[in-house]
């Protein structure tokens, strides 16, 4: 009975995170700036990311030397 509602909780933050549309639309433009960044290495067509990347998103300067996110 005293898991119930945190499970619950959890669910209910699972179907609303599948299902954020807006959510969608910020990874997809985290992974376009991925592409562009790694796209064409050395390593070539490193294209995606993984979910650790988005950690280090504070830090990715332009060519400006300017944070991409503010």
């Known amino acids: 009975e005293n898991l119930t509602k945190p499970l619950n909780d959890i669910s209910e933050c699972m179907k609303e995170i599948n299902n954020s549309k807006k959510l969608e ?15 064409s290495t ?9 979910i650790s990347f988005l950690s280090k998103l504070l830090s990715i300067k332009g060519n400006q030397g300017k944070s991409f996110i503010n």
Do not use: D, E, P, Q
Not at 25 to 39: D, F, Q
């Open 25 to 39: 639309n910020v990874l997809i433009h985290i992974l376009k700036i991925g592409n562009i960044l790694n796209g």
């Open 42 to 50: 050395i390593r070539g067509g490193a294209y995606g990311f993984s």
